[in-house]
T-cell receptor, first 114, second 113 residues
Framework: EAGVVQSPRYKIIEKKQPVAFWCNPI?????LYWYLQNLGQGPELLIR????????DSQLPKDRFSAERLKGVDSTLKIQPAELGDSAVYLC????????????FGPGTRLTVL | SQKIEQNSEALNIQEGKTATLTCNYT??????LQWYRQDPGRGPVFLLL?????KEKRKERLKVTFDTTLKQSLFHITASQPADSATYLC????????????FGTGTRLKVLA
C-alpha cells in the first residue's frame, strides 16, 4: 500500500513569491492534516480536514496561507506571499478517521525562503 | 500555560541498554498520548498510543507508561540497538473527543555500538 505522497520534496523561493504544496493521502483516509515543523521542534497543526471540510483551521495564518481539499482526496496548501519565517518543513498526514489511533505522515516538503 | 516538555538534550546510551525517554505536560488532561519516531528528512512514524485509563502498554521492545497524576509518560526501549537511533516525539490529545494533537519538541536518541 502506498503511503502519503507529498510534492515537491524541496522548494526554494524568494520572499514575497507564492508557493504551493501538494499532498495525496492514503487511499480511503478521510482525515487529512497539514503540519508545520520548524527545526528542532515538533509538528504544529495548521489545518485538519474531514473529507472536503476544514474542521479545524484555527492555527492557519489566513492572511497568507490557504488550503483546499476539493474532492475530499488530495489537498493543496498555498502560501502567498511567502516570508522568511515560513522556512520550515510542511508535513501532510492522514488517517481513516480522526478517532483512529495513529496518523500516517508523508515525507514532508522542505521550504526555504530567501 | 499549557506545555509539553521532552528532554531537549540528546540521549546517548550503549547498545543493549534500556533507553528511557520522558514526556511531561502541564495544564492538559489528555485522553490519549502517542509516541512517534522521526528519522532525519522523514515524517514521523507512529509507534504506540496509550489512553488515560491505561497505565502501561507494550509492543515488542517498546513500553509506554502514562501517569496522569504526575502528568508524565515514559517511553522505554529495551535491548536498544544502533538502528533505534532517531528522534522520538510524544503527542497528546488535550481532551477526550479532541483530535488536535499537540506535539512535544522531541528527544534525540543515539545508541552507541
Amino acid at each position: 500500500e502506498a503511503g502519503v505522497v507529498q510534492s515537491p520534496r524541496y522548494k526554494i523561493i524568494e520572499k514575497k513569491q507564492p508557493v504551493a504544496f501538494w499532498c495525496n493521502p492514503i487511499s480511503g483516509h478521510n482525515t487529512l492534516y497539514w503540519y508545520l515543523q520548524n527545526l528542532g521542534q515538533g509538528p504544529e497543526l495548521l489545518i485538519r480536514y474531514e473529507n472536503e471540510e476544514a474542521v479545524d483551521d484555527s492555527q492557519l495564518p489566513k492572511d497568507r496561507f490557504s488550503a483546499e481539499r476539493l474532492k475530499g482526496v488530495d489537498s493543496t496548501l498555498k502560501i502567498q506571499p511567502a516570508e522568511l519565517g515560513d522556512s520550515a518543513v510542511y508535513l501532510c498526514a492522514s488517517s481513516p478517521s480522526p478517532a483512529f489511533d495513529e496518523q500516517f505522515f508523508g515525507p514532508g516538503t522542505r521550504l526555504t525562503v530567501l | 500555560s499549557q506545555k509539553i516538555e521532552q528532554n531537549s538534550e540528546a540521549l546517548n546510551i550503549q547498545e543493549g541498554k534500556t533507553a528511557t525517554l520522558t514526556c511531561n505536560y502541564t495544564n492538559y488532561s489528555p485522553a490519549y498520548l502517542q509516541w512517534y519516531r522521526q528519522d532525519p528528512g522523514r515524517g514521523p512514524v507512529f509507534l504506540l498510543l496509550i489512553r488515560e485509563n491505561e497505565k502501561e502498554k507494550r509492543k515488542e521492545r517498546l513500553k509506554v507508561t502514562f501517569d496522569t497524576t504526575l502528568k508524565q509518560s515514559l517511553f522505554h526501549i529495551t535491548a536498544s540497538q544502533p538502528a533505534d537511533s532517531a528522534t522520538y516525539l510524544c503527542a497528546l490529545a488535550p481532551t477526550s473527543g479532541t483530535y488536535k494533537y499537540i506535539f512535544g519538541t522531541g528527544t534525540r536518541l543515539k545508541v552507541l555500538a
